[in-house]
């Protein structure tokens, strides 16, 4: 059974950091895209970065470029997101999800886990 779960979430104050973990398990790691996904409250749910774990290609949002940053630790089958200079606007629920092959940047993902709620405050 794919399982994946995001957490690390919090409340900072802006400027402030914080590190997303997106536990998984379920499947074989090297073989999947990653995608990273916000719901700010109001607005429709956003993919704002992802990672193809076999050849680490990525992609970053114009909102997130240069403040966020997607690592991966193979031996834990594990995805963190790195978000310095956090913003206001970044205050959302954040999720990953999965999907098999390469090229993160598609439609949809077939695996989604829960999120974790991230709020920025000015």
């Known amino acids: 059974e794919v399982q994946l779960q995001a957490s690390g979430g919090g409340l900072v104050q802006a400027g402030g950091s914080l590190r997303l973990s997106c536990a998984t398990s379920?499947?074989?790691?090297?073989?999947?895209?990653i995608g990273w996904f916000r719901q700010a409250p109001g607005k429709e749910r956003e993919m704002f970065s992802c990672?193809?774990?076999?050849?680490?290609?990525?992609y970053y949002a114009d909102s997130v470029k240069g403040r966020f940053t997607i690592s991966i630790d193979n031996a834990k089958n594990t995805v963190y997101l790195q978000m310095n200079s956090l913003k206001p606007e970044d205050t959302a629920v954040y999720s990953c999800?999965?999907?098999w092959g390469t090229g993160c940047i598609r439609p949809r993902y077939d695996y989604r886990g829960q999120g974790t709620q991230v709020t920025v405050s000015s």
């Open positions: 990672i193809t774990i076999s050849n680490r290609n990525t």
């Open positions: 999800a999965a999907d």
């Open positions: 379920g499947f074989t790691f090297r073989d999947y895209v």
